[in-house]
Protein backbone atom coordinates (compact mmCIF):
# COMPACT_ATOMS: atom_id res chain seq x y z
CA UNK A 1 0.00 0.00 0.00
CA UNK A 2 2.95 2.46 0.78
CA UNK A 3 4.41 1.56 -2.76
CA UNK A 4 1.33 2.43 -4.37
CA UNK A 5 0.46 5.69 -1.96
CA UNK A 6 4.11 6.64 -3.23
CA UNK A 7 3.84 6.12 -7.03
CA UNK A 8 0.39 7.83 -6.93
CA UNK A 9 2.18 10.65 -5.11
CA UNK A 10 5.00 10.69 -7.69
CA UNK A 11 2.38 10.94 -10.34
CA UNK A 12 1.04 14.16 -8.80
CA UNK A 13 4.25 15.30 -9.84
CA UNK A 14 5.44 16.92 -13.32
CA UNK A 15 8.83 16.03 -14.31
CA UNK A 16 8.47 17.46 -18.54
CA UNK A 17 7.53 20.94 -19.26
CA UNK A 18 6.07 20.69 -22.59
CA UNK A 19 5.66 24.33 -22.31
CA UNK A 20 9.49 25.05 -22.28
CA UNK A 21 10.87 22.52 -24.85
CA UNK A 22 12.54 24.02 -27.59
CA UNK A 23 15.33 21.55 -28.64
CA UNK A 24 17.10 18.39 -28.38
CA UNK A 25 19.25 18.77 -25.64
CA UNK A 26 16.42 20.12 -23.45
CA UNK A 27 14.20 17.47 -24.06
CA UNK A 28 16.36 15.20 -23.12
CA UNK A 29 17.63 17.03 -19.81
CA UNK A 30 13.63 16.56 -19.07
CA UNK A 31 13.81 13.26 -19.90
CA UNK A 32 16.92 12.81 -17.61
CA UNK A 33 15.32 14.35 -14.49
CA UNK A 34 12.27 12.27 -14.89
CA UNK A 35 14.29 8.75 -14.97
CA UNK A 36 15.66 9.75 -11.45
CA UNK A 37 12.01 9.39 -10.14
CA UNK A 38 10.49 5.92 -9.11
CA UNK A 39 7.64 5.07 -12.03
CA UNK A 40 10.17 6.03 -14.64
CA UNK A 41 13.57 4.52 -13.62
CA UNK A 42 13.38 2.36 -16.39
CA UNK A 43 14.22 4.88 -18.73
CA UNK A 44 17.85 5.25 -16.99
CA UNK A 45 19.76 3.06 -19.20
CA UNK A 46 18.76 4.63 -22.25
CA UNK A 47 18.90 8.32 -21.40
CA UNK A 48 22.21 7.95 -19.22
CA UNK A 49 24.42 7.56 -21.71
CA UNK A 50 23.79 7.56 -26.21
CA UNK A 51 24.41 4.38 -27.62
CA UNK A 52 27.57 5.50 -29.05
CA UNK A 53 28.56 6.73 -25.69
CA UNK A 54 27.95 3.05 -24.67
CA UNK A 55 29.73 1.64 -27.28
CA UNK A 56 32.71 4.06 -26.81
CA UNK A 57 33.48 3.33 -23.18
CA UNK A 58 32.76 -0.73 -24.03
CA UNK A 59 35.65 -0.29 -26.86
CA UNK A 60 39.18 -1.41 -25.63
CA UNK A 61 41.34 1.07 -25.07
CA UNK A 62 43.71 -0.92 -28.08
CA UNK A 63 42.56 -2.61 -30.74
CA UNK A 64 44.34 -5.69 -31.38
CA UNK A 65 45.64 -5.73 -34.73
CA UNK A 66 47.16 -9.12 -35.06
CA UNK A 67 43.98 -10.53 -34.40
CA UNK A 68 43.32 -11.78 -37.74
CA UNK A 69 45.90 -12.80 -40.08
CA UNK A 70 46.30 -9.66 -42.93
CA UNK A 71 46.68 -11.70 -45.28
CA UNK A 72 43.59 -12.83 -45.78
CA UNK A 73 42.41 -10.19 -47.55
CA UNK A 74 38.53 -11.66 -48.93
CA UNK A 75 38.16 -13.19 -45.78
CA UNK A 76 38.51 -10.10 -43.68
CA UNK A 77 36.04 -7.89 -45.93
CA UNK A 78 33.86 -10.70 -46.01
CA UNK A 79 33.75 -11.14 -42.14
CA UNK A 80 33.73 -7.36 -41.76
CA UNK A 81 31.23 -6.24 -44.17
CA UNK A 82 28.83 -9.45 -42.13
CA UNK A 83 29.76 -7.34 -39.25
CA UNK A 84 28.36 -4.21 -40.42
CA UNK A 85 25.48 -5.69 -41.61
CA UNK A 86 24.60 -6.77 -38.47
CA UNK A 87 25.63 -4.02 -36.82
CA UNK A 88 23.46 -1.96 -38.57
CA UNK A 89 20.60 -3.67 -38.11
CA UNK A 90 21.13 -3.87 -34.47
CA UNK A 91 21.93 -0.15 -34.72
CA UNK A 92 18.61 0.73 -36.12
CA UNK A 93 16.58 -1.45 -33.92
CA UNK A 94 18.46 -0.13 -30.89
CA UNK A 95 17.27 3.38 -32.33
CA UNK A 96 13.54 2.33 -33.15
CA UNK A 97 13.16 0.86 -29.52
CA UNK A 98 14.78 4.64 -27.85
CA UNK A 99 12.04 6.20 -30.09
CA UNK A 100 9.40 3.75 -28.76
CA UNK A 101 10.90 4.93 -25.00
CA UNK A 102 10.64 8.16 -25.20
CA UNK A 103 7.28 8.25 -26.95
CA UNK A 104 6.18 5.78 -24.18
CA UNK A 105 7.62 8.23 -21.52
CA UNK A 106 6.08 11.34 -23.15
CA UNK A 107 3.04 10.22 -23.37
CA UNK A 108 2.96 9.31 -19.45
CA UNK A 109 3.97 12.46 -18.66
CA UNK A 110 1.52 13.81 -20.92
CA UNK A 111 -1.47 11.78 -19.78
CA UNK A 112 -0.45 12.55 -16.34
CA UNK A 113 -0.17 16.52 -16.99
CA UNK A 114 -3.49 16.12 -18.84
CA UNK A 115 -5.78 13.97 -16.43
CA UNK A 116 -6.56 16.66 -13.87
CA UNK A 117 -7.59 19.12 -16.37
CA UNK A 118 -10.10 16.44 -17.96
CA UNK A 119 -11.33 15.86 -14.38
CA UNK A 120 -12.11 19.21 -13.73
CA UNK A 121 -13.81 19.78 -17.01
CA UNK A 122 -15.79 16.44 -16.50
CA UNK A 123 -17.15 18.26 -13.52
CA UNK A 124 -17.96 21.01 -15.21
CA UNK A 125 -19.84 19.56 -17.32
CA UNK A 126 -21.50 17.09 -14.81
CA UNK A 127 -22.31 20.46 -13.09
CA UNK A 128 -24.16 21.58 -15.81
CA UNK A 129 -25.98 18.18 -16.85
CA UNK A 130 -27.32 18.52 -13.79
CA UNK A 131 -28.52 21.44 -13.30
CA UNK A 132 -30.23 21.63 -17.15
CA UNK A 133 -31.45 18.29 -15.71
CA UNK A 134 -32.74 19.74 -12.35
CA UNK A 135 -31.61 16.74 -10.77
CA UNK A 136 -31.79 16.90 -6.99
CA UNK A 137 -29.09 18.21 -4.85
CA UNK A 138 -28.54 14.80 -2.80
CA UNK A 139 -27.15 13.09 -5.93
CA UNK A 140 -24.31 15.25 -6.44
CA UNK A 141 -21.86 13.43 -4.64
CA UNK A 142 -22.08 10.51 -6.20
CA UNK A 143 -21.69 11.80 -9.78
CA UNK A 144 -18.65 13.25 -8.79
CA UNK A 145 -17.26 10.13 -7.12
CA UNK A 146 -17.94 8.40 -10.08
CA UNK A 147 -15.37 10.72 -11.93
CA UNK A 148 -13.08 10.63 -8.57
CA UNK A 149 -13.33 7.10 -9.13
CA UNK A 150 -12.88 7.22 -13.07
CA UNK A 151 -9.98 9.61 -12.00
CA UNK A 152 -8.15 6.94 -9.74
CA UNK A 153 -8.46 3.82 -12.22
CA UNK A 154 -6.84 5.87 -15.03
CA UNK A 155 -3.94 6.80 -12.41
CA UNK A 156 -4.18 3.43 -11.54
CA UNK A 157 -3.51 2.06 -14.75
CA UNK A 158 -0.32 4.31 -15.47
CA UNK A 159 1.05 3.23 -12.48
CA UNK A 160 0.87 -0.16 -13.87
CA UNK A 161 2.14 0.76 -17.32
CA UNK A 162 5.55 1.91 -15.05
CA UNK A 163 5.35 -1.26 -13.27
CA UNK A 164 5.42 -3.39 -16.41
CA UNK A 165 8.18 -1.11 -17.84
CA UNK A 166 9.88 -1.91 -14.58
CA UNK A 167 9.44 -6.19 -14.73
CA UNK A 168 12.90 -7.77 -16.54
CA UNK A 169 12.19 -9.88 -19.67
CA UNK A 170 9.07 -8.00 -20.70
CA UNK A 171 8.76 -6.61 -23.71
CA UNK A 172 8.02 -3.04 -22.61
CA UNK A 173 11.34 -2.88 -20.06
CA UNK A 174 13.00 -0.79 -23.00
CA UNK A 175 16.08 -0.57 -20.60
CA UNK A 176 16.64 -4.06 -20.55
CA UNK A 177 15.83 -4.50 -24.07
CA UNK A 178 18.39 -1.16 -25.06
CA UNK A 179 21.16 -2.92 -22.51
CA UNK A 180 20.86 -6.48 -23.85
CA UNK A 181 21.11 -4.88 -27.85
CA UNK A 182 23.72 -2.29 -27.25
CA UNK A 183 26.58 -4.81 -26.14
CA UNK A 184 25.49 -7.22 -28.74
CA UNK A 185 26.45 -4.13 -30.94
CA UNK A 186 29.38 -3.42 -28.93
CA UNK A 187 30.97 -6.89 -29.60
CA UNK A 188 29.89 -6.81 -33.16
CA UNK A 189 31.98 -3.14 -33.13
CA UNK A 190 34.88 -4.75 -31.03
CA UNK A 191 35.50 -7.31 -33.74
CA UNK A 192 35.09 -4.93 -36.40
CA UNK A 193 37.75 -2.86 -35.66
CA UNK A 194 40.41 -6.29 -35.32
CA UNK A 195 38.98 -7.01 -39.20
CA UNK A 196 39.15 -3.20 -40.47
CA UNK A 197 42.54 -3.52 -39.12
CA UNK A 198 43.84 -5.98 -40.46
CA UNK A 199 42.83 -5.30 -43.70
CA UNK A 200 44.62 -1.83 -43.50
CA UNK A 201 47.64 -3.82 -43.15
CA UNK A 202 46.97 -6.43 -45.73
CA UNK A 203 46.23 -3.79 -48.53
CA UNK A 204 49.50 -2.12 -47.51
CA UNK A 205 51.96 -5.05 -47.50
CA UNK A 206 50.19 -7.64 -49.60
CA UNK A 207 48.73 -5.29 -52.50
CA UNK A 208 50.66 -1.90 -51.81
CA UNK A 209 47.19 0.20 -51.19
CA UNK A 210 47.96 3.50 -49.06
CA UNK A 211 44.76 4.19 -46.79
CA UNK A 212 44.55 6.15 -43.86
CA UNK A 213 43.80 4.29 -40.79
CA UNK A 214 40.32 3.30 -39.70
CA UNK A 215 38.47 5.96 -37.77
CA UNK A 216 38.21 5.89 -34.31
CA UNK A 217 34.84 5.76 -32.59
CA UNK A 218 33.75 9.29 -32.60
CA UNK A 219 31.77 11.96 -34.10
CA UNK A 220 28.08 12.48 -34.93
CA UNK A 221 27.70 9.15 -37.32
CA UNK A 222 31.12 6.89 -36.18
CA UNK A 223 29.58 3.51 -37.60
CA UNK A 224 29.02 5.32 -40.70
CA UNK A 225 32.40 6.42 -40.90
CA UNK A 226 32.88 2.64 -40.89
CA UNK A 227 31.35 1.80 -43.61
CA UNK A 228 32.61 4.39 -45.93
CA UNK A 229 36.17 3.41 -44.85
CA UNK A 230 35.72 -0.32 -45.77
CA UNK A 231 33.81 0.64 -48.99
CA UNK A 232 37.17 3.00 -50.14
CA UNK A 233 39.09 -0.42 -49.42
CA UNK A 234 36.95 -2.33 -51.59
CA UNK A 235 37.15 0.24 -54.43
CA UNK A 236 40.54 0.40 -54.43
CA UNK A 237 41.18 -2.94 -54.59
CA UNK A 238 38.58 -2.92 -57.59
CA UNK A 239 40.24 -0.48 -59.31
CA UNK A 240 44.34 -2.16 -58.96
CA UNK A 241 42.50 -5.02 -60.21
CA UNK A 242 42.42 -3.65 -63.95
CA UNK A 243 46.06 -3.00 -63.88
CA UNK A 244 47.15 -6.33 -62.32
CA UNK A 245 48.96 -9.15 -63.99
CA UNK A 246 49.44 -12.46 -62.58
CA UNK A 247 52.30 -14.94 -64.11
CA UNK A 248 54.27 -17.69 -63.00
CA UNK A 249 57.87 -17.85 -61.84
CA UNK A 250 60.39 -20.85 -62.19
CA UNK A 251 63.44 -20.40 -60.30
CA UNK A 252 66.30 -23.38 -60.76
CA UNK A 253 67.77 -22.38 -57.57
CA UNK A 254 71.01 -23.88 -58.49
CA UNK A 255 71.39 -23.22 -62.13
CA UNK A 256 70.61 -19.39 -61.17
CA UNK A 257 72.80 -19.02 -57.99
CA UNK A 258 69.79 -18.41 -55.61
CA UNK A 259 70.64 -21.10 -53.91
CA UNK A 260 73.62 -22.89 -52.87
CA UNK A 261 72.34 -26.59 -53.37
CA UNK A 262 75.23 -28.99 -52.40
CA UNK A 263 73.33 -30.66 -49.59
CA UNK A 264 71.44 -32.37 -52.08
CA UNK A 265 74.30 -34.35 -52.33
CA UNK A 266 73.86 -35.52 -48.16
CA UNK A 267 71.88 -38.15 -47.01
CA UNK A 268 70.28 -36.40 -45.08
CA UNK A 269 67.41 -33.81 -45.00
CA UNK A 270 69.18 -30.92 -47.48
CA UNK A 271 68.18 -27.11 -45.77
CA UNK A 272 68.74 -24.12 -48.70
CA UNK A 273 68.27 -21.33 -47.49
CA UNK A 274 68.11 -18.05 -49.84
CA UNK A 275 66.83 -14.44 -50.48
CA UNK A 276 64.12 -13.75 -53.62
CA UNK A 277 65.04 -10.22 -54.66
CA UNK A 278 63.14 -8.04 -57.11
CA UNK A 279 65.51 -8.89 -59.78
CA UNK A 280 64.62 -12.42 -59.40
CA UNK A 281 60.57 -11.48 -60.39
CA UNK A 282 60.65 -11.08 -64.34
CA UNK A 283 59.41 -7.43 -65.03
CA UNK A 284 58.40 -6.55 -61.85
CA UNK A 285 59.56 -2.62 -61.56
CA UNK A 286 60.08 -0.32 -58.89
CA UNK A 287 57.24 1.02 -56.90
CA UNK A 288 55.18 -1.88 -57.80
CA UNK A 289 53.98 -4.62 -55.26
CA UNK A 290 54.08 -8.22 -55.82
CA UNK A 291 52.55 -11.13 -53.64
CA UNK A 292 51.95 -14.83 -54.10
CA UNK A 293 48.92 -16.53 -55.27
CA UNK A 294 50.43 -20.24 -55.55
CA UNK A 295 53.26 -22.11 -54.89
CA UNK A 296 55.17 -25.55 -55.88
CA UNK A 297 58.31 -27.35 -56.00
CA UNK A 298 60.07 -30.08 -58.02
CA UNK A 299 63.62 -32.03 -57.46
CA UNK A 300 65.51 -32.45 -60.80
CA UNK A 301 68.05 -35.09 -61.48
CA UNK A 302 71.32 -35.01 -63.51
CA UNK A 303 70.94 -34.54 -67.51
CA UNK A 304 71.14 -37.53 -69.22
CA UNK A 305 72.44 -35.61 -72.71
CA UNK A 306 75.91 -36.76 -71.81
CA UNK A 307 74.78 -40.47 -71.58
CA UNK A 308 72.91 -39.46 -74.53
CA UNK A 309 76.25 -38.11 -76.48
CA UNK A 310 78.10 -41.63 -75.75
CA UNK A 311 75.67 -43.64 -77.04
CA UNK A 312 75.05 -41.70 -79.86
CA UNK A 313 78.76 -42.37 -80.92
CA UNK A 314 79.16 -45.79 -79.62
CA UNK A 315 78.32 -48.90 -80.84
CA UNK A 316 74.96 -50.27 -81.57
CA UNK A 317 74.55 -52.15 -78.13
CA UNK A 318 75.40 -48.74 -76.20
CA UNK A 319 72.54 -47.19 -77.70
CA UNK A 320 69.96 -50.20 -76.77
CA UNK A 321 71.95 -50.32 -73.63
CA UNK A 322 70.91 -46.28 -73.17
CA UNK A 323 67.26 -46.38 -74.46
CA UNK A 324 66.59 -49.19 -71.90
CA UNK A 325 67.97 -47.76 -68.95
CA UNK A 326 66.16 -44.39 -70.20
CA UNK A 327 62.24 -45.95 -70.72
CA UNK A 328 63.10 -47.72 -66.89
CA UNK A 329 64.11 -43.90 -65.59
CA UNK A 330 61.49 -42.17 -67.29
CA UNK A 331 59.00 -44.64 -66.28
CA UNK A 332 60.29 -45.03 -62.94
CA UNK A 333 60.09 -40.95 -62.02
CA UNK A 334 56.66 -40.78 -63.02
CA UNK A 335 55.98 -42.59 -60.22
CA UNK A 336 57.75 -40.69 -57.14
CA UNK A 337 56.62 -37.39 -55.26
CA UNK A 338 59.26 -35.43 -52.58
CA UNK A 339 58.08 -34.19 -49.69
CA UNK A 340 59.12 -30.55 -49.56
CA UNK A 341 59.14 -27.80 -46.50
CA UNK A 342 58.85 -24.46 -47.51
CA UNK A 343 59.07 -21.32 -44.79
CA UNK A 344 58.19 -18.10 -46.32
CA UNK A 345 59.74 -15.11 -45.44
CA UNK A 346 58.99 -12.94 -42.85
CA UNK A 347 56.13 -10.84 -43.55
CA UNK A 348 56.52 -6.90 -43.10
CA UNK A 349 53.95 -3.96 -43.02
CA UNK A 350 55.66 -0.58 -43.55
CA UNK A 351 52.87 1.10 -41.64
CA UNK A 352 52.93 2.84 -38.34
CA UNK A 353 52.95 0.01 -35.73
CA UNK A 354 54.41 -1.38 -32.96
CA UNK A 355 57.44 -3.83 -33.20
CA UNK A 356 55.28 -7.00 -32.15
CA UNK A 357 52.57 -5.61 -35.03
CA UNK A 358 54.58 -4.89 -38.46
CA UNK A 359 55.95 -8.51 -38.93
CA UNK A 360 54.59 -11.86 -38.43
CA UNK A 361 55.53 -15.42 -39.41
CA UNK A 362 53.33 -17.44 -41.52
CA UNK A 363 52.69 -21.20 -41.30
CA UNK A 364 55.32 -23.52 -43.39
CA UNK A 365 53.86 -25.13 -46.55
CA UNK A 366 54.48 -29.29 -46.47
CA UNK A 367 53.91 -30.87 -49.75
CA UNK A 368 54.08 -34.31 -49.50
CA UNK A 369 53.89 -35.03 -53.27
CA UNK A 370 56.14 -32.80 -55.22
CA UNK A 371 57.68 -34.00 -58.08
CA UNK A 372 60.52 -34.79 -60.05
CA UNK A 373 61.07 -32.85 -63.36
CA UNK A 374 62.52 -35.28 -66.28
CA UNK A 375 60.47 -35.66 -69.19
CA UNK A 376 56.98 -33.68 -68.34
CA UNK A 377 56.21 -30.23 -68.80
CA UNK A 378 57.51 -28.07 -66.07
CA UNK A 379 53.97 -26.62 -64.47
CA UNK A 380 53.27 -30.60 -64.16
CA UNK A 381 56.05 -31.16 -62.23
CA UNK A 382 56.27 -28.43 -59.76
CA UNK A 383 52.32 -29.27 -59.05
CA UNK A 384 51.53 -25.59 -57.84
CA UNK A 385 49.13 -25.11 -55.24
CA UNK A 386 46.93 -22.22 -53.45
CA UNK A 387 46.13 -22.24 -49.92
CA UNK A 388 44.73 -19.83 -47.62
CA UNK A 389 48.24 -19.78 -45.11
CA UNK A 390 50.48 -18.18 -47.57
CA UNK A 391 47.75 -16.71 -50.29
CA UNK A 392 48.59 -12.93 -50.97
CA UNK A 393 51.80 -13.22 -48.85
CA UNK A 394 54.68 -11.07 -50.06
CA UNK A 395 57.89 -13.54 -51.85
CA UNK A 396 60.51 -10.91 -51.17
CA UNK A 397 62.91 -11.92 -48.54
CA UNK A 398 64.76 -14.69 -46.76
CA UNK A 399 63.00 -18.60 -47.74
CA UNK A 400 64.11 -21.84 -46.29
CA UNK A 401 63.44 -25.03 -48.50
CA UNK A 402 63.45 -27.82 -46.81
CA UNK A 403 64.15 -31.27 -49.00
CA UNK A 404 63.39 -34.68 -47.44
CA UNK A 405 65.54 -37.40 -46.62
CA UNK A 406 63.44 -39.65 -48.18
CA UNK A 407 60.98 -39.91 -51.08
CA UNK A 408 57.93 -41.65 -51.86
CA UNK A 409 58.44 -44.38 -54.47
CA UNK A 410 55.52 -46.83 -55.59
CA UNK A 411 57.86 -49.44 -53.97
CA UNK A 412 57.81 -47.87 -50.65
CA UNK A 413 59.76 -44.39 -48.93
CA UNK A 414 63.47 -44.72 -49.90
CA UNK A 415 66.61 -42.31 -49.37
CA UNK A 416 66.29 -39.01 -51.59
CA UNK A 417 69.84 -40.27 -53.39
CA UNK A 418 68.49 -43.43 -54.75
CA UNK A 419 65.12 -41.88 -55.49
CA UNK A 420 65.05 -42.60 -58.97
CA UNK A 421 66.88 -46.44 -59.07
CA UNK A 422 64.15 -48.53 -57.90
CA UNK A 423 67.24 -50.43 -57.05
CA UNK A 424 70.72 -49.57 -55.40
CA UNK A 425 73.45 -49.76 -58.02
CA UNK A 426 76.31 -51.73 -57.27
CA UNK A 427 79.09 -49.05 -57.44
CA UNK A 428 82.04 -52.17 -58.62
CA UNK A 429 79.35 -52.81 -61.55
CA UNK A 430 80.65 -51.20 -64.73
CA UNK A 431 77.32 -51.14 -66.04
CA UNK A 432 75.92 -50.01 -62.84
CA UNK A 433 78.31 -46.96 -63.08
CA UNK A 434 77.25 -46.09 -66.58
CA UNK A 435 74.04 -45.13 -64.88
CA UNK A 436 74.97 -43.52 -61.02
CA UNK A 437 75.06 -39.92 -62.36
CA UNK A 438 72.16 -39.76 -63.62
CA UNK A 439 70.58 -40.99 -60.17
CA UNK A 440 72.38 -38.08 -58.62
CA UNK A 441 69.86 -35.22 -57.10
CA UNK A 442 70.76 -31.93 -58.99
CA UNK A 443 68.84 -28.98 -58.77
CA UNK A 444 65.38 -27.44 -56.72
CA UNK A 445 62.71 -25.49 -58.94
CA UNK A 446 60.84 -23.54 -56.97
CA UNK A 447 57.41 -22.33 -58.94
CA UNK A 448 55.45 -18.87 -57.74
CA UNK A 449 52.28 -17.98 -59.23
CA UNK A 450 52.69 -14.18 -58.41
CA UNK A 451 50.25 -11.07 -59.01
CA UNK A 452 51.69 -7.65 -59.61
CA UNK A 453 50.31 -4.39 -59.80
CA UNK A 454 51.10 -0.85 -59.73
Known amino acids: MLTTFNNKLMETKMFIDFKTIESPEQLRTQLQKASAEPNYHWMRDILDKTTDQYIEEKLPPVVNK ?39 ALDMQFSAQLQPIDLKINKVYLEASRQQAKVPAGSQNADESTLNERDDLITDARITRSIINEMPGTAVNYGQRVEFLRSLLADNISMLYERLYAIWIGLSSSFGIALIEPPKWAGLDPLGELVRWLRTATRKIDEGNRYERQFPVYLQLGEEAIANVDALQTSGSALLRFELKRAHIPGLKDGESVRILAVGAALTYKYLTPGFLTALRGTVADREFFQFGYSYLRDLRQGISVPFRIDFPIQKSSLPLAPAESTWNLEPLRISGGGLWSDQPLVDAVRMRSEAQFGNAQPLGEWEVEISYAVNAPWGPVIRKQAAEGVILDENNDQDKKFREYFTPHDVVLALLVAVRH
Open 66 to 104: SQYAPWRIDENIEAAAKLLNNSLDRHAEIMQLEAEAIRE
